[in-house]
């Protein structure tokens, strides 16, 4: 069973009692647990061939009302969330410095649906390494990850071939068996290309037609992974609930521009 859907049923036992209010805010806690997920994969940082550490503190900023609905059990929820991350990390094979701790706070500057992660990594004292800076690092808000680096002849980038960061149990799947499209309003667009510009323009590749989106608002580039990035628009993009400027897609990613919702997805063969 996969670590999101552990996650979700044990959520589901919590519903019955006090905490079902929790559910009616705008902002879901599955939704919060998957951007914890891409924080740790966007800020994992190898120190071996068999060390990749994550952080293991995080402040998810909250809308007033999102706060004020989730704050009472923010005892409850970060505990979940913590354990999320903690299984998602054994998944993946990353490592903390100290113990995980999610915590909620209110942003003022945030829109109610809207939420924004910060994080950092935290050392304890039994596990600081020689050689390395003692005290907290500061904490970094979710920033698009680098691109990677062409891989040196028979390896990875980063290094020689397994130095990378830890890769899931099953083998990736080869780009060229990937077949991406988007869904709007329930239309099928298909990704035949390695750029797809959206926007208000007859010139863009997929025109959609809404005040609220710029000429050229946003463009997808295809790869490992796939990435969507904004073009200079008015409104901006928000993805998966954040407001960016960049962001790594994966299959069900939500991005909307405008009054628009654009659903991302990608399959194999």
Same mark, same amino acid.
């Given at each position: 069973m996969g670590v999101m859907k552990r996650f979700e049923q044990r959520l589901e036992g919590l519903v019955n009692g006090t905490f079902a209010k929790v559910f009616k805010s705008?902002?879901?806690?599955?939704?919060?647990?998957?951007a914890?997920?891409?924080?740790?994969?966007?800020?994992?940082?190898?120190?071996?061939?068999?060390?990749?550490?994550?952080?293991?503190?995080?402040?998810?900023?909250l809308s007033t009302p999102d706060y004020e609905r989730l704050s009472p059990y923010s005892g409850q929820l970060? /505990?979940?969330?913590?354990?999320? $991350? %903690?299984d998602y990390a054994k998944q993946q094979r990353y490592t903390f410095m100290g113990p995980i701790k999610v915590n909620l706070e209110k942003?003022?500057?945030? /829109?109610?649906?809207?939420?924004? $992660? %910060?994080?950092r990594t935290l050392a304890s004292s039994t596990s600081q390494q020689p050689g390395r800076p003692a005290g907290p690092a500061p904490y970094a808000c979710t920033a698009p990850p680098p691109m990677p680096a062409a891989p040196p002849p028979g390896g990875r980038p980063g290094g020689a071939a397994g130095d990378w960061r830890a890769q899931p149990a099953s083998a990736p799947v080869p780009d060229a068996q990937v077949r991406r499209w988007i869904e709007i309003n329930g239309t099928r667009h298909q990704i035949s290309r390695p750029t797809l510009v959206m926007g208000r323009s007859t010139?863009?590749?997929?025109?959609?037609?809404?005040?609220?989106?710029?000429r050229r608002h946003c463009e997808i580039r295809t790869g490992t992974p796939s990435t969507i990035q904004d073009l200079g628009s008015t409104n901006g993009i928000v993805v998966d609930g954040q407001h960016t400027t960049r962001a790594t897609l994966r299959d069900g990613s939500r991005i909307v521009v405008g009054s628009t919702t654009i659903v991302y997805r990608q399959a194999e063969g």
């Amino acid at each position: 069973m996969g670590v999101m859907k552990r996650f979700e049923q044990r959520l589901e036992g919590l519903v019955n009692g006090t905490f079902a209010k929790v559910f009616k805010s705008e902002v879901q806690p599955v939704e919060i647990a998957g951007a914890l997920q891409r924080e740790c994969d966007n800020n994992a940082t190898i120190w071996n061939r068999e060390r990749t550490v994550v952080p293991n503190d995080f402040i998810v900023e909250l809308s007033t009302p999102d706060y004020e609905r989730l704050s009472p059990y923010s005892g409850q929820l970060g /505990d979940e969330l913590s354990g999320l $991350v %903690r299984d998602y990390a054994k998944q993946q094979r990353y490592t903390f410095m100290g113990p995980i701790k999610v915590n909620l706070e209110k942003a003022d500057d945030l /829109d109610t649906g809207l939420y924004r $992660v %910060r994080s950092r990594t935290l050392a304890s004292s039994t596990s600081q390494q020689p050689g390395r800076p003692a005290g907290p690092a500061p904490y970094a808000c979710t920033a698009p990850p680098p691109m990677p680096a062409a891989p040196p002849p028979g390896g990875r980038p980063g290094g020689a071939a397994g130095d990378w960061r830890a890769q899931p149990a099953s083998a990736p799947v080869p780009d060229a068996q990937v077949r991406r499209w988007i869904e709007i309003n329930g239309t099928r667009h298909q990704i035949s290309r390695p750029t797809l510009v959206m926007g208000r323009s007859t010139d863009a590749d997929v025109r959609i037609d809404d005040p609220g989106v710029s000429r050229r608002h946003c463009e997808i580039r295809t790869g490992t992974p796939s990435t969507i990035q904004d073009l200079g628009s008015t409104n901006g993009i928000v993805v998966d609930g954040q407001h960016t400027t960049r962001a790594t897609l994966r299959d069900g990613s939500r991005i909307v521009v405008g009054s628009t919702t654009i659903v991302y997805r990608q399959a194999e063969g």
